[in-house]
């Protein structure tokens, strides 16, 4: 089964013609990603997967651009999530259920 998801965003700068397709395929995504704001991702992959998210608000503009053909769900979701640091739980069945994003921790400091 496949699914189509297309938002149009309006304000900050963006086109009222713009389109986000988010392609779904069992547990696998298609996308071209350019300059899309984190929370309309993460409102798409909460319509298509039924996920439970939480992210600092200051995140959620954040801009995304990544290209994915065909990717399992995690291997997505870390080309999508690579700016931040981020947790996330599955189901019994390995299901993506929830996400916890944060902003990228600094290096630790080396003490030698």
């Known amino acids: 089964m496949i699914f189509f998801l297309f938002v149009g965003l309006s304000g900050k700068g963006w086109a009222l013609t713009t389109k986000v397709p988010l392609q779904v395929e069992g547990d696998r995504l298609t996308a071209h990603l350019s300059q899309v704001p984190l929370r309309i991702v993460l409102e798409q992959l909460q ?5 439970t998210y939480e992210v600092p608000a200051g995140e959620l503009d954040n801009l995304i651009s990544v290209d994915l053909q065909q990717t399992p769900i995690l291997p997505a979701l870390a080309k999508i999530l ?28 080396v003490v030698s």
């Open 82 to 109: 690579a700016p931040w640091d981020y947790a996330f739980t599955v189901n019994a069945g390995g299901h993506l259920r929830s996400l916890y994003i944060t902003p990228k921790a600094p290096p630790a400091d």
């Open 47 to 51: 319509k298509q997967f039924g996920i």
